[in-house]
């Protein structure tokens, strides 16, 4: 079956470095989805992504985080100038243009910013 | 927000059934509700829809009141692996996570 893979599994960095988290969505999905989850909390939208733009992004993304697909498989998450506060589960979701709502998600990356 | 209401826990007894239940009462004529679960630490994961027709698959079945202000996920014989948070979603352009129902299946 089809899945999302996401790498790395986690991530160590240090505050202030900049981190780039990466997606390879499913191959004929259009869709493209980042989401977080700091522990303990909700999981929460960050950003969606369709025809090489972002078409809706939360108030969490701010201008430290870019999103980026840079080839035909890769979707990638930037975070420029890490907090300690970003530390959280990054999942990548990705969808049909047709069924929007019925997202498949990557097992996440775990960042931890020290 | 989340348009949905959900009981913070639930206990089910392994085996059994499980019935989940949802309060959506603001519901729009348009909107479908949507069930996921995110087993611990794991990626969320679609379970089903519908819009107002009751629905079934190979992991569970939704019951959608007639009025569509709430429903029920079914999980017909719980098994230790569906100990999970499950999400209740109503929307119809976004997935906005709310709080979910800790369900417990217990041996």
């Known amino acids: 079956e089809p899945e999302v893979t996401q790498t790395p599994s986690h991530q160590v960095t240090q505050m202030g470095q900049e981190v780039i988290l990466r997606c390879v969505p499913i191959s004929n999905h259009l869709y493209f989805y980042w989401y977080r989850q700091i522990l303990g909390q909700k999981v929460e939208f960050l950003v969606s992504f369709y025809n090489n733009e972002i078409s809706e992004k939360s108030e969490i993304f701010d201008d430290q985080f870019s999103v980026e697909r840079p080839d035909g498989s890769n979707f990638t998450l930037k975070i420029r100038s890490t907090k300690l506060e970003d530390s959280a589960m990054y999942f990548c979701?990705?969808?049909?243009?047709?069924?929007?709502?019925?997202?498949?998600f990557g097992a996440g990356t775990r960042l931890s910013v020290l | 927000d989340a348009k949905t209401t959900q009981p913070t826990s639930m206990d089910c007894a392994e085996g059994r059934a499980a019935n989940l239940p949802c309060n959506h009462s603001t519901i729009s004529g348009n909107e479908y509700v949507y069930w996921y679960r995110q087993i611990h630490s794991q990626g969320p994961q679609y379970i089903i829809h519908?819009?107002?027709n009751n629905e079934t698959n190979e992991m569970a079945s939704l019951i959608i009141t007639e009025d569509r202000k709430s429903s029920t996920l079914i999980l017909p014989h719980a098994t230790l692996r569906d100990t999970a948070v499950y999400y209740c979603i109503v929307q119809d352009d976004k997935i906005i996570f709310g709080k979910g129902t800790r369900l417990h299946i217990l041996p």
């Open positions: 979701a990705s969808t049909e243009v047709l069924a929007k709502n019925i997202q498949y």
């Open positions: 519908g819009l107002k």
